[in-house]
């Protein structure tokens, strides 16, 4: 990963939408806020809406070098896989997370 990182081309796609700007990208993609009644049911809806994405033929390594993924997108899965397992081995796309914890140190890469 970190070699396409370093040579690769292509566009970091931003899939990192977190409570806060959640309500407003379902609203652009035609779901109002009546269509879910708690937190959950919005982020079902949200990484239902991410992995439309993702899944998609135009959504590849060709065009993409990075994807940045909100948290929970990260412990959920795509095609039976986990969401990083599946940009990288399906898409060629590297995955990342945004950290969001500010009271939590940040996680450091192995080596």
């Known amino acids: 990963m970190l070699a396409r990182i370093k040579t690769g081309k292509g566009f970091i796609a931003a899939l990192d939408q977190s409570g806060g700007s959640t309500p407003k990208a379902l609203r652009l993609y035609g779901i109002e806020e009546s269509a879910y009644s708690d937190d959950a049911e919005m982020f079902d809806l949200i990484h239902q809406?991410?992995?439309?994405?993702?899944?998609?033929p135009v959504f590849n390594g060709e065009r993409i070098l990075a994807s940045i993924l909100?948290?929970?997108?990260?412990d959920r899965q795509i095609a039976g896989m986990g969401s990083a397992e599946y940009l990288w081995t399906q898409k060629h796309v590297v995955p990342s997370s945004?950290?969001?914890?500010?009271?939590s140190p940040r996680p450091t890469a192995p080596g």
Do not use: G, L, V, Y
């Open 49 to 56: 809406m991410r992995t439309r994405i993702i899944t998609s």
């Open 70 to 74: 909100f948290e929970q997108t990260m």
């Open 98 to 103: 945004r950290w969001t914890k500010a009271s």
